[in-house]
């Protein structure tokens, strides 16, 4: 076509039929809709707390990623209280929001909650820990394998310690998938070690300062010669336990092996200084695969039902790397 004939054919585009340009908007959006997933979406966004330097990296993450895709993200921390997590989940519905993330502090007491966000037409993705609601209660489920991270954790201190360890274990939140689901995925490793037994188990909450408070009190009430490692749901609570083994004069990562959940920086750091022994991944990149889903889900697309995100075991001999790739 000519230039004349071009600027002629562009001066009289509003002869081209309707459907047409129906038809080429939708394309255009759709490319668009492409290049920023989920842009213009309002989504509420629960979170459990920060009580973790994993959870504290999550919410960044999912924070940032929010931004750079142009979605308004709502977000709201729930101090790690339930009762707190359905206020938000209320008032996101109050607020018309387009779909909701659902971090859950506790598995159970879901239900009715969920059947309101669904009433109200609302798509919801289980994101991090998970729920024991009725699978059609949520759009999609964006989490590790938890069972999966224990066995890798047991996997590892069997091969290390020849299958004979005496084991403390500090336990993450009570009532928690992520601690359920590792203590099952550990239990049933060392279960097949006739030598492998734990001898104290008790929860730190995921938090630093109880893993310290709770392996300073196990440090009273056991021989702590007796005591081959610690298993800890998470690195924070491995960290504190490190430090009360240090204060009580002895050498952790080689006295006491430590192995725990997350690989934080401040693991890697404590395996630099030959402290901790290995840390089994939770990657706190879920955001993106959870706004993917949400997307997908307006566009008509289907939607798996779990979203599955990987992680890797790590050790003292990456750990200077790892610090440097993962430290913010
Ligand atoms: O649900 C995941 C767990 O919650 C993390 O392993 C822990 O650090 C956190 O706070």
């Known amino acids: 076509m000519s230039l004349v004939g071009r600027r002629r054919w562009c001066s009289r585009w509003w002869l081209v039929p309707v459907p047409l340009l129906v038809l080429l908007f939708g394309v255009l959006s759709a490319a668009q809709a492409q290049d920023d997933p989920g842009k213009g979406l309002t989504i509420g966004f629960s979170q459990v707390g920060s009580e973790s330097d994993w959870r504290t990296a999550f919410t960044e993450i999912t924070l940032a990623e929010a931004e750079r895709r142009g979605i308004n993200l709502i977000y709201s921390n729930a101090d790690n209280s339930q009762e707190n997590q359905i206020a938000a989940l209320r008032s996101f519905i109050e607020q018309g929001v387009d779909a909701i993330m659902l971090a859950p502090v506790i598995e159970t007491g879901w239900t009715p909650i969920l059947r309101e966000v669904q009433a109200a037409g609302i798509p919801i993705v289980i994101i991090d820990r998970n729920v024991t609601a009725d699978e059609s209660l949520y759009l999609a489920r964006v989490s590790s394998d938890f069972v999966f991270e224990g066995r890798l954790a047991a996997a590892w201190l069997a091969q290390a310690t020849s299958g004979e360890c005496k084991i403390v274990e500090l336990q993450g939140t009570v009532g ?111 955001a993106g695969p959870a706004f993917d889903a949400i997307t997908a889900y307006f566009n008509g697309e289907p939607v798996p039902k779990w979203i599955p995100v990987q992680g890797g075991i790590f050790f003292p001999d990456t750990a200077a790397e790892e610090y440097a790739r993962r430290k913010r």
């Not at 008790?202 to 709770?214: E, I, L, M, S, Y």
């Not at 092996?257 to 401040?266: E, H, K, R």
């Not at 693991?267 to 290995?278: E, K, R, S, V």
Request: glycine letters at 6%; hydrophobic letters at 45%.
């Open 176 to 286: 928690s998938s992520a601690a359920r689901d590792r203590q099952i995925g550990f239990n049933e490793v060392i279960s097949l070690f006739p030598k492998m037994e734990i001898i104290v188990s008790q929860t730190a909450d995921f938090r630093r300062p109880f893993g310290k408070q709770v392996m300073e009190s196990i440090l009273h009430t056991e021989d702590p010669t007796q005591i081959c490692a610690v298993w800890s749901h998470n690195d924070d609570m491995a960290i504190g336990a490190i430090e009360a083994i240090k204060e009580a004069g002895l050498d952790p990562g080689d006295d006491i092996l430590i192995v725990s959940v997350d690989a934080i920086p401040d693991i890697f750091l404590a395996m630099m200084q030959g402290d901790a022994n290995a840390t089994v991944e939770l990657s706190p990149y879920m």
